[in-house]
T-cell receptor, first 112, second 111 residues
Framework: KNEVEQSPQNLTAQEGEFITINCSYS?????LHWLQQHPGGGIVSLFM?????KKHGRLIATINIQEKHSSLHITASHPRDSAVYIC????WGGGSQGNLIFGKGTKLSVKP | DAGITQSPRYKITETGRQVTLMCHQT?????MFWYRQDLGHGLRLIYY???????DKGEVPDGYVVSRSKTENFPLTLESATRSQTSVYFC??????????FGPGTRLLVL
């Protein structure tokens, strides 16, 4: 059973397109993270959110707690946005503090 | 420089050998984590530590041992490496409720 599902698994876009990556989860959460993994393998945190919407440059993350769903949007996409985007959630209570549950990632390729 | 580093970055070993992967962070973060990343799986937690001398198992701890005698270091040891432990290993640090900062990863091949 996958507690965090991402869609699509793979996405190819043309430069300039608006991109949406989706994340659905099945557990109650205290926070949701979006991470970016570059082709070289490094992982960086993009957003942490527990409600509403956050924006950083061309990236926008939204979350709907009632629907257990989050989206990551990229406006005016560029080839340098090519990466794997990973959704991770921190469940409420139970388990261990700090534990995240990760989705399998969405591989984005932006063509010039 | 401030940050989180892992060593070695690449390692080839043979089944049955003991291997230690090192992780060092300079932020004095209380929490540190070890993950493995395999094709077809998301990142999976091996072990984590809430503070020096406090460690706990994650989702896939079998075959691994950790220690944390100092806040800044969190080594991961494969006591007797198996082929199934071929993977990319990421160390991360952070607070218990906030952002986690990832190291560059160690690519381990067990022959």
């Amino acid at each position: 059973k996958n507690e965090v599902e991402q869609s699509p698994q793979n996405l190819t876009a043309q430069e300039g397109e608006f991109i949406t990556i989706n994340c659905s989860y099945s557990v109650g959460i205290s926070a949701l993270h979006w991470l970016q993994q570059h082709p070289g393998g490094g992982i960086v945190s993009l957003f942490m959110l527990s409600s509403g919407k956050k924006k950083h440059g061309r990236l926008i993350a939204t979350i709907n707690i009632q629907e257990k769903h989050s989206s990551l949007h990229i406006t005016a996409s560029h080839p340098r946005d090519s990466a794997v985007y990973i959704c991770a959630v921190r469940p409420w209570g139970g388990g261990s503090q700090g534990n995240l549950i990760f989705g399998k990632g969405t591989k984005l390729s932006v063509k010039p | 420089d401030a940050g989180i580093t892992q060593s070695p970055r690449y390692k080839i070993t043979e089944t049955g050998r003991q291997v230690t992967l090192m992780c060092h962070q300079t932020w004095s973060h209380s929490y540190m984590f070890w993950y493995r990343q395999d094709l077809g799986h998301g990142l999976r937690l091996i072990y984590y530590s809430a503070a020096a001398d406090i460690t706990d198992k994650g989702e896939v701890p079998d075959g691994y041992v950790v220690s944390r005698s100092k806040t800044e270091n969190f080594p991961l040891t494969l006591e007797s490496a198996t082929r199934s432990q071929t993977s990319v290993y990421f160390c991360a640090s952070g607070g218990p409720w906030g952002t986690q900062y990832f190291g560059p990863g160690t690519r381990l091949l067990v022959l």
